[in-house]
Structures are given as C-alpha cells and as structure tokens.
C-alpha cells in the first residue's frame, strides 16, 4: 500500500519563527534532498507551504491555527487518500497538538501516529523512558520507524494518550491552562516556570470546596460503589507536568488503565498528600490513597464533573471511561 506522510507543527512550541523553518527544513530534505531544504533554515518568516492535498507528493506539511484545527486538517487529508493510502500523523510540539491529532485519527482507517516532541511536558513519551526527546525529533527516525500499537483512554465523545483527571486535579491544571497563556515565551524558556504554576494552582484548588469533595457513583468493571472523592486520576502513561510521576507502575499498552483515587479530606491534609501523590509516593498513604487496575469505569456526580484529558479540560455529566 502507498504510503503518505502529514506533518503538523503547533508554532507556540517554539520560540522563534527560525526554530518552525528549520524543523521543515529537516522534512523536505528528508524526501526532496538538502539542496532543496537549506532556504529555508535561513528565512525569518514561515513560509508560504502548498496547500495540503493527499493527492499531490507523499507529504505535507500544515501549521496549526487554533486549537483541534488539527482534527479538521486530518479528515480532509484523509478523505481525500480514500484509504488508498496508509497515512502517518506527524504531530510536532507538545500534548495539546499530540491530543489534537489522536481525536483526528481515531476511527478512520489506515492512520498513524507520530509524536515529535518539541511541547514543555511531553507527558505520553516521557513513558517510554526519559532523554528520548532528542531521538524522537528525527524526522527521518519517524518516517522509517514501524508503528507501536499502544493503549487510548476513552471519555465521552473525546480520546487522551496519557491520562484523565478529575476533581482538584483537572481545577489545578484549568487554573494552569489560564497562566500559561499569558507566559507562554516564558515558561517554553524556563522549564522550573511549569512547576511553579502547578504548584500554586494545586494549593488554589485545594481550597475549591466544589471540587475537592464531590460525592461521585462509579462503576468499576462492574462493581458499583459510591464514595466522597477529592480527585480520581485514571492513567496510561507515568505522569505529567515535565516532572511529575504520578504512577510509575503505568505501562501505555497493556490493555489496562491505573487508577488512584484520592478520599475527601480537609484542605490541610490535602495539601499534605498532594507532594507524594505527585511524586508517585501513593502507597505511603494506604489509608487516603486507592490504587487500581481497571478496563472500564463509568463516573457519575450530581454535580458537574471537571475533567481534563492530556491536559485539556471539560465540564460534563456522566463519564465512561476504556
């Protein structure tokens, strides 16, 4: 079967426009040559790239517009290959490209995907084990490598690679989302910036009374209870966050999420979980801690769930997790 290749590059995970050029200089070397890539690692704009069309060459390339304008991009490109062709992704930055490639392939046949990691967090490769990013952003390394089936979560009408939480979590890392925007530059050149956000946006949420207590109904591959939680987090690779191991038992393709739930508690003594929970510490604390391993859960709560998958967050009812 014909192959064909589609490589879409977030610009806010770079820092100058030069970075974005010499990342396209490295794919069309890769199927044109050097001589036709080297213009441009000189050029100080983006430049005008062929409008992307599965029917002209095996590749283009995109530069994403707006958040999930990846999953537009993808169903043209594929629409138009017809399953003729089987098609990689090539989502090129951080997890929210990462996620918003998965949600443009999922379902449709003959699709691939590749990361090329050049986000802050990289959460979903740092689980196949740390000082890959360097290896993983050969272009011409992803074009000839086979592809690794791995596991997805599930959730609603929307799919993640790395993890799902909710509860002070999923508030934290909304609260983040909100900071990052307005120090984007910053926090892309001072990794130790992340952390700092996290951090004050865990100690904000904590004291979020609608979100650190919720009473929630769950079912667990078929076992029903119902408990007052402060978070759940649900997770397919390691952790999140640049530094955050969150479960380090976590393997991305063995059929299986890993779960850990966290019992309501006093904002205190929240805070005081919070360091090991982080650091994957959890079975310091057996007694405020839950760790399992499930294939499915349903989530409930009278009250509005917030969620947030690889990094994204949501606001919704009734949950189904796979």
């Known amino acids: 079967m014909e192959k064909k290749h589609l490589f879409i590059i977030n ?130 390394a992803q074009v000839d490598a086979p592809a690794v089936p791995v596991d997805i979560i599930h959730c609603g009408t929307n799919y993640a690679l790395n993890s799902c939480s909710i509860g002070i979590e999923a508030a934290a890392i909304r609260k983040v989302l909100w900071a990052q925007k307005r120090v984007w530059k910053l926090r892309r050149k001072y990794h130790s910036l992340n952390g700092l956000l996290y951090t004050l946006s865990g100690i904000a949420a904590a004291f979020d009374k609608e979100a650190s207590g919720q009473c929630y109904q769950m079912t667990i591959d078929d076992e029903e209870m119902e408990d007052d939680l402060a978070l759940i987090y649900l997770a397919n690779g390691r952790g999140y966050g640049i530094d955050k191991v969150v479960i380090p038992e976590a393997v991305p393709d063995d059929g299986s999420l890993d779960m850990l739930t966290i019992t309501k508690a006093s904002t205190i003594k929240i805070l005081r979980l919070l360091p090991d929970y982080m650091k994957g510490n959890y079975k310091k604390h057996p007694d405020e801690i839950t760790y399992r391993r499930v294939k499915t859960v349903s989530i409930n709560s009278d009250t509005p769930l917030c969620i947030a998958l690889d990094g994204e967050v949501f606001s919704t009812h009734p949950l189904l997790l796979l």
């Open 11 to 140: 610009p806010r995970s770079f820092l100058t426009i030069k970075d974005i050029n010499w990342v396209i200089a490295e794919i069309v070397s890769c199927f044109e040559g050097i001589r036709r890539a080297e213009p441009f690692r000189s050029l100080d704009t983006i430049p005008v790239l062929p409008a992307v069309d599965s029917s002209k060459g095996p590749y283009a390339i995109h530069i994403s517009r707006f958040p999930r304008d990846a999953i537009i991009i993808i169903r043209k490109y594929m629409a138009a290959a017809a399953g003729k062709a089987l098609v990689r992704i090539y989502s090129i930055g951080g997890d929210g490209i990462a996620f918003g490639c998965l949600n443009g392939i999922v379902g449709l046949p003959n699709a691939e995907l590749a990361l090329v990691p050049y986000g802050s967090g990289n959460d979903f490769v740092r689980s196949f084990g740390e000082g890959l990013t360097g290896e993983m952003r050969k272009i011409e």
